[in-house]
């Protein structure tokens, strides 16, 4: 927009505000004709989420679920790993606190002598 002047400027943001909805019109007033830009360049989309360790949830659970015999987990077991693993990422205090019990309680199995789960 950096070729054109004020008034042409103004000129098209019109334009553009009276081809809209009446629906879409209002929600500009509510927020301010003067300060609704419809120029303004698209925001960059939201950074993908990644752990400690740099690896998305994407990546992690498909390390987790090739490194567990395929006998030995159902589509519940992946789902339940999948949603601690989107948890932990998200830092999710209900995920937090399920991960700091199995990780209590297998220490406390192991100080017992008894097997893990």
Not at 32 to 56: A, H, L, M, S, V
Not at 62 to 69: G, S, V, W, Y
């Amino acid at each position: 927009m950096n070729n054109f002047t004020p008034e042409q400027i103004e000129e098209r943001k019109k334009a553009i505000f009276n081809a809209m909805g009446k629906r879409g019109q209002k929600q500009i007033l509510k927020k301010g004709y003067e300060d609704w830009d419809p120029f303004q360049e698209p925001k960059d989309p939201i950074d993908i989420r990644k752990d400690k360790t740099n690896r998305t949830t994407q990546v992690l659970i498909r390390e987790f679920l090739t490194q567990t015999d395929h006998y030995e987990y159902s589509n519940s077991f992946a789902q339940g790993a999948f949603e601690m693993c989107l948890g932990i990422i998200n830092n999710d205090e209900k995920i937090r606190g399920m991960f700091e019990f199995a990780c209590w309680y297998e220490a406390l199995l192991k100080k017992e002598g008894h097997d893990s789960l």
